[in-house]
């Protein structure tokens, strides 16, 4: 997954980006929150790491400008610091983070939160997969997928979300079956006669 990192610090950036290429990532670095704002504007970035002191535009006023932007993918914010307590955790909440690690970083609690990120992006992107334009077949009801194949549309909700269905009939279908049924059975009568 692609990450951007905003860090002021050399030594920081260094550490973090050797750390997330370990672990599988591709780093895109950014030497300030306004350079990493600028980059972000070119590239999707599933992932924003940002030290939330910096001069300039801090790690904070990044979250409050990546929100703002209202980007149709979501970007998942951690917010590197050294700044403890309840205080500097609200204020970043508030901003628009979602994670916090402090500073010095541990690669192992890096790791776990990443895949807690991962998880929420992959969940989201599922969410709005299902709640976009659903090509379906006017007369069958089947729906296409990005392979260009034609399912149920249970079987295509299902295989998507933990969704299970049960099938039974409106009162609208259950009068429309039973017209069709007393329709053949007096046709069936008037052949009889």
């Keep these: 997954m692609n990450i951007l990192i905003a860090d002021d610090d050399s030594t920081s950036r260094i550490v973090l980006s050797a750390t997330l290429k370990k672990l599988g990532h591709e780093v895109t670095v950014a030497n300030n929150g306004a350079e990493a704002l600028a980059v ?77 990120a991962e998880r929420i992006l992959n969940l989201q992107s599922q969410v709005k997969q299902l709640s976009g334009m659903l090509p379906i077949c006017s007369h069958c009801k089947k729906v296409r997928d990005d392979q260009n194949y034609w399912q149920q549309v249970e079987t295509y909700i299902a295989k998507r979300t933990d969704t299970t269905f049960t099938h039974s009939y409106c009162p609208d279908c259950v009068k429309t079956l039973l017209q069709e049924v007393q329709a053949i059975a007096d046709t069936k009568s008037s052949l009889a006669i």
Aim: proline fraction near 4%; include cysteine.
């Design 40 to 116: 972000f504007a070119d590239v999707n970035v599933p992932i924003l790491i940002s030290d939330m002191v910096m001069p300039g535009l801090d790690g904070l006023e990044l979250c409050r400008r990546v929100r703002a932007l209202n980007r149709q993918r979501y970007t998942y914010i951690i917010l590197l610091t050294s700044v403890g307590g309840k205080h500097g955790f609200l204020v970043g909440m508030k901003a628009g983070a979602d994670d916090f690690i402090n500073k010095p970083f541990d690669e192992d609690q890096l790791a776990a939160r990443l895949g807690v």
